[in-house]
């Protein structure tokens, strides 16, 4: 077992390039933390120390394959699910060009010791060799990372956009205590951070103490989104407002049921309005029903540019 003094790594041997960089990987990652300029990535509030590492330590992996074994398609999904996380996490693409240039800089580093320990020979033609064949892999993933991120961000401004114009339902104040809130349409991340703030500015202006929302007419995105909206209704309760959730329907907890994903909360649930009303002990249920209905057909008409 031999050791480098550049980086502190392990030659066992017999090992392949590979072999080597799975071995070395946890100093890999310390240099990379340690690294210069790496303090204002974590402070940038974009994105987690935890997800930038993990994202450095997969493409070392891929990239550290012995010559011929990088595997095109491998890169093209490193690109896709790292630019959509960070496009997600508005972390700016040209921090993520930073860490490409790290990435490479200590990449070099590691095959050269790699190089030093295996006596391999070091002739200028087969260093030029390694370098066109090793860079060509880093700028293929450069290339599709920076094209993905854009096409996700203009994705992401699409969506953004869209939100802004679909309507909110106000709150009705039912009665002094408890108000009714109907949730309507497709309910993305950015038009339920608006929805958010529309609701609890409603709920502490009419100083409510029980809201009822009804999602019987709503629809989510994915499950990220849906896992969002019940945090947020949750939170709610820090306001000093209960929340009571109605008309989740039943195919869609059958979906989270089979795929793990079935949310825990403390949220009072039922089936309808009415009921929720009954729990309450509040409030004629039948007058409620009518005014449910009407505050759907209205929102529905504001959805198709008419008026009553």
Not at 44 to 61: M, V
Not at 280 to 298: C, D, E, P, Q, W
Request: net charge neutral; hydrophobic share 40%.
């Amino acid at each position: 077992m031999k050791n480098s003094a550049t980086m502190d790594l392990t030659y066992i041997e017999g090992d392949t390039f590979s072999q080597f960089v799975e071995n070395n990987m946890p100093v890999i990652l310390k240099e990379w933390n340690y690294s210069s300029g790496k303090t204002k990535f974590f402070q940038s509030a974009k994105a987690t120390p935890h997800s930038l590492q993990e994202s450095f330590e997969n493409l070392f992996l891929i990239i550290g394959q012995d010559k011929p074994g990088i595997q095109k398609q491998h890169l093209i999904q490193w690109a896709e699910e790292t630019a959509r996380k960070r496009a997600r996490s508005d972390f700016p693409i040209y921090h993520s060009l930073e860490v490409f240039l790290e990435f490479r800089d200590i990449f070099w580093q590691t095959l050269h010791s790699y190089l030093e320990f295996t006596k391999q020979n070091l002739q200028t033609e087969y260093i030029f060799e390694l370098e066109r064949y090793y860079n060509q892999a880093i700028d293929f993933v450069i290339y599709h990372f920076a094209t993905l991120y854009v096409e996700h961000k203009q994705e992401l401004v699409r969506l953004q956009q869209a939100a802004a114009k679909e309507p909110i339902m106000p709150v009705i104040a039912l009665t002094n205590e408890i108000g009714l809130l109907t949730l309507i349409g497709s309910m993305n991340r950015f038009r339920l951070e608006k929805w958010m703030e529309d609701t609890i500015q409603s709920i502490n202006q009419l100083k409510l103490i029980h809201i009822i929302l009804d999602i019987s007419h709503a629809s989510f995105e994915n499950s990220d989104v849906f896992q969002s909206f019940i945090k947020v209704t949750e939170g709610v309760k820090w306001i000093g407002c209960q929340v009571i959730l109605t008309g989740i329907k039943p195919h869609n907890v059958q979906h989270w049921i089979k795929q793990g994903e079935l949310p825990s909360t403390e949220l009072s649930i039922f089936p309808t309005v009415k009921q929720a009303l009954n729990s309450l002990g509040s409030f004629a249920t039948g007058n409620v029903s009518i005014r449910t209905r009407t505050n759907v057909r209205k929102v529905k008409r504001m959805r198709h540019g008419t008026s009553e």
